[in-house]
């Protein structure tokens, strides 16, 4: 009993010991509480802020190439009416999500900063995806349909000129950008020059702004006015020709008219291998265009006419007399006798590239029926296993004797 009472007091006393020890100290530790809490706040904060420092750094860095604005165009084109001293011209990047050099040129020549010190000196930039959102209308309005394209535009949208294409270095590009910047070198200006003097020199000049900025629809039309009046020499030039070329591969122009019913001339001064090349190529051109498809409310024998020519230049070509022959059925509707042209002992005696022509050309037909390629994609592979198997064993017969 006395030792369980002297025990039971020892502890009662200690523990009041304890007690007012800890009454003691509790300012004490009140304080080291508060200060730790204080200096896990300034911890925190200056983890944030080296955080913040080095996103803003990687900020920094990446806008040393050219800022692109992600907003809308109208926003753009506020931007650049309301700067007092910043530029009032913007730059566009027209690209599409599956156009390789579109993605060399934003992972490349944009984010240089010998690019970001021009272009953010000189415009504001703003790049749209021409198929998604508002891109859809803006490739309409301007006719963009080649990527990627840059488009030079004024505060109220107007198109100054355009640039397309990429190119492996960015001073190169800037270069071409400076000279598509000089109100000298736009299409209207070089229009204007060519209206004042209408020399060969003067459409010539137009004429390649044009064909640089893929305008190809200008090209026509402006070919189209002025190729009868031109005289023979300059009609049928060497630099007139690749652009008459490019319009004898569209044979709805006047231009393709024109060359068949002065081809004696054309000839002369070109000679007839090249003319008749030229033709050649544009029809063959035109001839997939009908049977894919891809003309809209065709006039089919005119067509026909048309193709029909081939025969008449295309001595040596092989695959022109059944081009014209796929036509003339296609035009009739009548795809069944355009299948059994599929035939793997005739095709099989023609040369490789004619072969994979005439195939080309119809699987190209529009709603030509799949198991007609089924049938003939099973034939062919027979006959090559069959023509393997007999040069395997022409092979063993020649190394055993």
């Known amino acids: ?49 080296l955080v913040s420092l080095g996103v803003n750094a990687q900020e920094n860095k990446d806008t040393k190439g050219v800022a692109f604005s992600h907003g809308s165009l109208a926003e753009s084109l506020a931007k650049a009416k309301a700067n007092k001293k910043g530029p009032k011209l913007v730059f566009m990047d027209c690209y599409t999500s599956w156009c390789g050099p579109c993605k060399y040129m934003a992972n490349t020549i944009f984010p240089m900063e010998v690019s970001g010190n021009f272009f953010n000196t000189n415009f504001v930039n703003i790049k749209i995806d021409m198929e998604k959102g508002e891109g859809v209308d803006v490739a309409k309005k301007y006719g963009v349909n080649v990527y990627p394209t ?53 459409a010539m000049s137009y ?94 024998k005119e067509v026909v006419r048309k193709v029909s020519i081939l025969n008449l230049l295309s001595v040596k070509d092989e695959t022109a007399p059944c081009i014209v022959n796929i036509v003339k059925l296609y035009a009739d509707n009548k795809i069944d006798e355009i299948a059994k042209l599929l035939n793997v002992q005739e095709l099989t005696q023609l040369n ?17 029926p799949k198991e007609k390629k089924a049938d003939f994609m099973k034939a062919m592979s027979e006959y090559y296993q069959n023509q393997t198997k007999t040069w395997n064993d022409n092979y063993q017969k020649m190394i055993t004797k």
């Open 1 to 49: 009993m006395v030792d369980a009472f002297f025990t039971s007091n020892i502890l009662w006393r200690n523990f009041c010991i304890f007690m007012h020890q800890l009454i003691g100290v509790f300012p004490t530790i009140k304080n080291n509480i508060i200060l730790y809490l204080t200096m896990k706040k300034f911890t925190t904060l200056f983890l944030c802020l």
């Open 352 to 368: 490789a590239n004619d072969q994979r022509t005439i195939e080309g050309f119809i699987f190209s037909i529009k709603d030509f």
């Open 207 to 300: 004429m390649d702004v044009l064909s640089s900025a893929y305008m190809e629809k200008d090209l026509k039309e402006f070919l189209d006015s002025i190729f009868t009046e031109l005289p023979a020499m300059d009609k049928y030039s060497e630099k007139m020709w690749p652009y008459v070329s490019k319009m004898m591969a569209t044979p709805d122009s006047k231009v393709f008219e024109y060359v068949l019913d002065d081809k004696n001339n054309a000839d002369m001064f070109l000679t007839k291998e090249k003319v008749d090349n030229t033709i050649c190529v544009g029809l063959k051109g035109y001839a997939y265009s009908f049977i894919s498809g891809r003309m809209q409310n065709p006039d089919k």
């Open 150 to 202: 840059f488009l030079i535009l004024d505060a109220n949208g107007n198109e100054i000129n355009r640039v397309v294409g990429s190119t492996q270095k960015a001073e190169e590009f800037i270069e071409k950008i400076k000279v598509a910047m000089d109100i000298n070198n736009t299409p209207k200006a070089k229009k204007a020059v060519y209206d004042a003097n209408k020399s060969i020199e003067n």
